[in-house]
């Protein structure tokens, strides 16, 4: 099975072109290959394939995170995506169109001085903000914005309570899906939450059906944050496109950064703009190959 590695802002995934070979188990295939041990190492598998009958794109994507299962989208991943479709020379469409589970969304792309793809924009679409599409199940409620869990989340018994003074957590969440669900958290000073600890209670709490990706953001001003991921599925994760997105969306809905944003993620940055045309938000970013290989089995 021949595979590139590549990233987004250091959110790295093993990609597989599907248009030339079939992954017949890929729920287990991906907990082998991105294996960051005893395989190519990973925060998922991408297949880039041929879409679905009667859909019109260029690709379809499915995205698999670490743990084998399937999410609805990767905002990091379908940039490099679509670099693998043109640099490939499966297409040249520009925009180009790729089918995700959050339906067929336009790229525009960048080359670089060898003619290969370097920089992606993204037209992510409209954020979902019922808490029933996103899902979350706290009440009858029409918005999840500033919405305090004091009274629903306990969290971990070895961790004391200085830790929610020592970051300047405020906690109170905004929730949405950009595809996939979001929980959205700020704090004074996102390097001192334990994210390895408290990533996973919220990722598994009962308010959040289908699990939920967790951001803990710092604003740095109107226009410029500083986030951390606990991706569902995955763990931490050193950057999330779709992650990104919805913080942009919940500094607006919160009050506190504009619709335009650089977002700073440990593995590199991401602009965004919720747009006030079409309600749209856009994202543009990075799209880089690691390397090629083949795997055994």
Avoid at 13 to 23: H, L
Avoid at 151 to 178: F, Y
Avoid at 194 to 205: A, D, I, R, T
């Amino acid at each position: 099975m021949r595979f590139i590695k590549m990233h987004g802002a250091g959110n790295d995934y093993v990609y597989i072109n599907g248009f030339e070979q079939t992954v017949d188990n890929p729920q287990a295939m991906v907990q082998r290959i991105a294996d960051r041990h005893l395989g190519v190492g990973g925060d998922g598998m991408i297949i880039v394939c041929p879409p679905g009958p009667g859909i019109e794109a260029d690709a379809r994507m499915r995205m698999f995170n670490a743990d084998g299962s399937e999410a609805e989208m990767c905002g990091n991943g379908i940039r490099c995506a679509c670099k693998l479709v043109y640099d490939q020379g499966l297409s040249d469409a520009k925009p180009m169109r790729i089918q995700t589970g959050h339906g067929v969304l336009s790229l525009d792309y960048q080359l670089d001085e060898d003619q290969k793809v370097c920089q992606v924009t993204v037209d992510m679409g409209c954020p979902i903000l019922a808490p029933d599409q996103i899902p979350v199940q706290i009440g009858d409620h029409e918005r999840i914005v500033n919405y305090s869990i004091r009274e629903h989340v306990q969290w971990p018994k070895n961790l004391t309570d200085s830790w929610i003074a020592q970051c300047g957590l405020d906690q109170r969440m905004t929730c949405l899906s950009m595809g996939n669900p979001h929980a959205v958290l700020y704090c004074n000073n996102v390097a001192a939450v334990p994210l390895e600890f408290v990533g996973p209670v919220l990722e598994q709490h009962p308010m959040f059906p289908n699990r939920i990706n967790v951001h803990f953001v710092q604003v740095n001003t109107q226009s410029d944050v500083t986030m951390r991921t606990w991706e569902r599925g995955s763990g931490i994760t050193m950057a999330c496109g779709t992650g990104a997105c919805a913080v942009c969306v919940a500094g607006v809905l919160s009050g506190r950064s504009s619709r335009q944003l650089v977002a700073h993620l440990p593995g590199g940055d991401l602009t965004l703009d919720w747009n006030t045309v079409g309600d749209t938000v856009y994202m543009t970013g990075p799209a880089v190959e690691v390397f090629e290989g083949k795997w055994p089995g």
